[in-house]
């Protein structure tokens, strides 16, 4: 069983910067990608950012030049540095993995419990 476990949310104000984690376990082979995504009250979930092994990380256009992913594969961990945050990108914030797990032949999608950021004087 493969859990993956984020922390690092909170409350920040307009410009402030906040520093996400999100832990991968159990029976792990190998990760192909980890990323964030996040869903804001009424809106569709979105990509934010994302690293696949052996390419570049992606940034959705908004975050470009303010958010950075980066991944410790030996912690099994992907973080996402937010900075000069808004008061729009309030919202839960979801860690997603592609993982094959030790015994199994294919690749399977897994999320976290989510994270709420909210930016708010």
């Known amino acids: 069983q493969v859990q993956l476990v984020e922390s690092g949310g909170g409350l920040v104000q307009p410009g402030g910067s906040l520093r996400l984690s999100c832990a991968a376990s159990?029976?792990?082979?190998?990760?192909?990608?980890m990323g964030w995504y996040r869903q804001a009250p009424g809106k569709e979930r979105e990509l934010v950012a994302s690293v696949t092994s052996g390419d570049s990380p992606r940034y959705t256009d908004s975050v470009k030049g303010r958010f950075t992913i980066s991944r410790d594969n030996a912690r099994n961990t992907v973080y996402l540095q937010m900075n000069s945050l808004r008061p729009e990108e309030t919202a839960v914030y979801y860690c997603?993995?592609?993982?094959?797990?030790?015994?199994?032949?294919?690749?399977?999608?897994?999320w976290g419990q989510g994270t709420q950021v909210t930016v708010s004087s």
């Open positions: 159990g029976s792990i082979f190998s990760i192909n990608a």
């Open positions: 997603n993995a592609k993982i094959k797990e030790v015994g199994y032949v294919g690749t399977y999608e897994y």
